[in-house]
């Protein structure tokens, strides 16, 4: 861990960091949220008998068009020029969970870790409005960068968010 942080500038400021002189290479993040839901909802998902349709499809598409927004949402986060997307969405019934994992690519100066954690988390916000008439009680229990690849910190790999 990096004893300063790269947000503040001497004075205790926000500010966005300058990566004006860093170099270009190609970065990957993958993020991971898990949403714990009702045995109710399970069986709904199961039939394919949801009324707003399909939550799955609805979340996923969400997350990509959020790993696209990124730099909108999040006040120092720079606009990159994300390459790929990818979120996938898995219901573990015996275990009354929907596990999302994000995967974002680009080629750029500074990483797209936030990229995949918005877009995981918005997958997951997503698949809660589309559900919440069946189930009010879903929870999004974690959030957390699995890993990345790229840049100058290199690999990262958090084994907290193992399945």
């Given at each position: ?100 994992q994000s995967q974002v690519s680009t080629t750029a100066k500074t990483g797209v870790e936030m990229e995949a ?47």
């Amino acid at each position: 861990m990096e004893d300063k942080l790269s947000h503040f500038d001497e004075s205790g400021n926000a500010k966005m960091v300058d990566v004006s002189q860093k170099t270009v290479t190609p970065r990957t993040a993958i993020a991971r949220s898990v949403l714990k839901i009702s045995p109710q909802l399970v069986e709904i998902l199961k039939k394919g008998s949801l009324e707003k349709g399909d939550a799955f499809t609805v979340a996923k598409t969400a997350g990509t068009l959020a790993a696209k927004l990124t730099g909108n949402l999040i006040p120092m986060c720079h606009p990159l020029p994300v390459e790929y997307v990818d979120i996938k969405l898995e219901l573990i019934e015996e275990i009354l969970e929907v596990r999302i994992q994000s995967q974002v690519s680009t080629t750029a100066k500074t990483g797209v870790e936030m990229e995949a954690l918005v877009a995981a988390s918005i997958a997951g916000l997503t698949f809660y409005d589309m559900c919440k008439a069946v189930d009010k009680t879903i929870q999004i229990v974690r959030t957390g960068l699995y890993k990345k690849e790229g840049g100058k910190s290199g690999e990262f790999f958090n084994p907290e968010m193992e399945w």
